[in-house]
Nanobody
Framework: QVQVVESGGGLVQAGGSLRLSCAVS????????VGWFRRAPGKEREFVAT???????YYADAVKGRFTISRDNTKNTAYLQMAMLEPEDTAIYYC???????????????????WGQGTQVTVSS
């Protein structure tokens, strides 16, 4: 069974930066896709960023140019570097991993792959 653990959330001021980590206990992580989703208060879960096993990336329009997804396959860890944070970025951020080297995780649902418990990001005005 794959375990996914997010960390790095916290409280930051608008304009600040934060880096989230996603540790995955999966021997096939290097050939799997990884993604970040978030759920803001009163909102539905939305896609944030993803990287497939080949290094290809997609970003939601709302975070493009501000967030960067990366991965370190030697550590079985994915990251989400968040910059120029806005109060609208306040949400619980979830990490998901699964599929293969070509998988696109932009549209996956809660039954896909393996999901973490989430980490809270709060951006103050």
């Amino acid at each position: 069974q794959v375990q996914v653990v997010e960390s790095g959330g916290g409280l930051v001021q608008a304009g600040g930066s934060l880096r989230l980590s996603c540790a995955v206990s999966d021997r096939t992580f290097s050939t799997s896709a990884v993604g970040w989703f978030r759920r803001a208060p009163g909102k539905e879960r939305e896609f944030v960023a993803t990287m497939n096993g080949r290094g290809g990336t997609y970003y939601a329009d709302a975070v493009k140019g501000r967030f960067t997804i990366s991965r370190d396959n030697t550590k079985n860890t994915a990251y989400l570097q968040m910059a120029m944070l806005e109060p609208e970025d306040t949400a619980i951020y979830y990490c998901v991993t699964g599929g293969d080297s070509a998988s696109d995780l932009r549209f996956v649902g809660p039954d896909f792959g393996s999901w973490g418990q989430g980490t809270q990001v709060t951006v103050s005005s």
